[in-house]
């Protein structure tokens, strides 16, 4: 699993006065796999499709070399009895159940006693996701109207089939929730691409379509997904507040960059910045928080082209992106990231203005 490495961990900034330059050239955050597309520290480096092709080769090696062991182990068991090998099979099982329920619970935060506000905020939210849920849903029916009536059945169908069975496993992994998410998203694309069923269909409506079903897909997903109380990101999530919080006096000069933050409209731009990368963790689809840190990265550009009345370079980026997000400490920055790296369709992320400043970053 990915844990988010921030900007200034790897910084060597002292309170006195430190040059240090944080410009990475863009071939450094490219696919270490050369296929010119933009790598990910939770791919090892690799792309999204480079890094699939790595796993699913790693992942076939190893279902073979665990065949191949328990041949062994059975031909080493030879004559013992078929009874007692059973019995022993059923007891480590249930010896494995026993200790999964007692790492659940274990890891199952501590339930306390809601006040009646915290119950009326919890209600609000539940209220808030289901209407947001019935408009992605209302939307996607009606831009499914507008296709023709076999295609939009195939869709709706499988659709439905993959969010009935991420909703019966209850007992899956992220990483395996994750894998089945992205298989789905691969499975579709090679239907568009395909089969005669979608050859009606243009490259720009299959973008679209594409498009919606991961909105749907992720926004009824979102409360299932999203910070999962089987990972550790929310353990993470307040390491790395707390890190950011220590790093309250980094000032813009510290960054080796210059931030007319005395002229108000740059102020503006700044607040501008901090409230587009907040607002990303209110957003449900992993195609809407990517477009929030678009925004704020737009907007960092256009703070530094006012500072020096000048056209800003991509080299001033990441330290600009670094001291606003040391600025805003984004509320759980790292289930964010992980969410989108997660359940984000992956050629999002593979190129494009999104990828690129989302591949900023995690770097």
Not at 90 to 99: A, D, E, F, V, Y
Not at 294 to 313: G, N, Q
Request: proline letters at 5%; glycine letters at 4%.
């Amino acid at each position: 699993m990915q844990e988010t490495v921030l900007p200034h961990e790897n910084m060597s900034v002292t309170k006195k006065n430190s040059k240090k330059t944080f410009h990475i050239d863009e071939s450094d955050l490219l696919c270490k796999n050369g296929c010119g597309y933009y790598g990910n520290p939770a791919w090892q480096g690799f792309c999204s499709k480079c890094y699939r092709e790595v796993y699913q080769k790693a992942k076939q090696a190893q279902v073979q070399h665990d065949a191949l062991q328990k041949a062994k182990r059975l031909a080493g068991l030879g004559d013992s009895p078929p009874s007692f090998s059973k019995f022993e099979e059923k007891k480590t099982q249930q010896t494995n159940k026993r200790s999964h329920t007692v790492k659940s619970i274990f890891k199952r935060p501590l339930q306390k006693e809601s006040s009646p506000d915290q119950l009326a905020t919890r209600k609000k939210e539940v209220r808030r996701a289901s209407l947001e849920s019935q408009q992605v849903g209302g939307e996607f029916a009606e831009f499914l109207q507008t296709l023709k009536k076999p295609v939009a059945l195939d869709v709706s169908k499988r659709v439905r089939n993959l969010n009935e069975r991420i909703h019966n496993l209850t007992d899956y992994s992220i990483e395996e929730l994750s894998e089945m998410v992205q298989d789905f998203y691969q499975s579709m694309s090679d239907q568009f691409h395909g089969t005669p069923l979608y050859s009606s269909c243009t490259p720009e409506t299959t973008e679209q379509l594409m498009d919606y079903i991961e909105k749907f897909i992720m926004t009824t997903l979102y409360r299932l997904v999203f910070c999962s109380p089987h990972t550790n990101d929310e353990e993470k999530d307040l390491t790395i507040q707390a890190r950011i919080r220590s790093f309250h006096w980094v000032n813009p000069q510290m960054l080796d960059m210059s931030i007319a933050e005395h002229e108000s409209a740059v102020r503006q731009l700044v607040d501008q910045a901090i409230t587009d990368i907040i607002e990303m963790n209110s957003k449900r689809a992993p195609q809407d928080k990517l477009a929030c840190l678009v925004k704020c990265s737009k907007h960092i550009f256009e703070v530094l082209r006012a500072s020096k009345d000048s056209p800003a370079s991509a080299d001033e980026f990441l330290p600009a992106l670094i001291y606003i997000v040391l600025k805003a400490n984004p509320p759980l920055l790292q289930s964010n990231i992980q969410y989108i790296t997660r359940f984000s369709n992956p050629s999002r992320l593979m190129s494009g203005e999104a990828g690129y400043y989302f591949t900023n970053l995690v770097s």
